[in-house]
């Protein structure tokens, strides 16, 4: 059974910073991608920051480039979002999400959030004003 667990949420001031972690299990593939996706209120889920065990590519959502930062450990399972100079509309439930084998390119899954297989429960991020 697959099981992906994210932590690290909070309520944080505009500016601040958060790191969320995920530890996943029971993958089935050596090659998958992982990252993390969000909702807020009201909109859709998005996608924020994917990472390719592969070839351990990045990829960000442009609203977030350059303030967020997502690394891996992929023996592991593990996944974590650096987030600095965090703005109010960053707020949101984030999710740890993950698919595997890789059929498309981790780039198009940071646009498709419905093609990945696999989540957990969000940890609810809130920035205030």
């Known amino acids: 059974e697959v099981q992906l667990q994210a932590s690290g949420g909070g309520l944080v001031q505009t500016g601040g910073s958060l790191r969320l972690s995920c530890a996943g299990s029971?993958?089935?593939?050596?090659?998958?991608?992982i990252g993390w996706f969000r909702q807020a209120p009201g909109k859709e889920r998005e996608g924020v920051s994917v990472i390719s065990s592969s070839d351990g590519s990045t990829h960000y959502a442009d609203s977030v480039k350059g303030r967020f930062t997502i690394s891996s450990h992929n023996a592991k399972n593990t996944a974590y979002l650096q987030m600095d100079s965090l703005k109010p509309e960053d707020t949101a439930v984030y999710y740890c999400?993950?698919?595997?084998?890789?059929?498309?390119?981790?780039?198009?899954?940071?646009?498709?959030?419905?093609?990945?297989?696999?989540w957990g429960k969000g940890t609810q991020v809130t920035v205030s004003s």
């Open positions: 029971g993958f089935t593939y050596p090659d998958y991608v």
């Open positions: 999400e993950a698919n595997f084998p890789e059929y498309y390119s981790a780039t198009y899954y940071l646009g498709n959030p419905a093609h990945m297989d696999y």
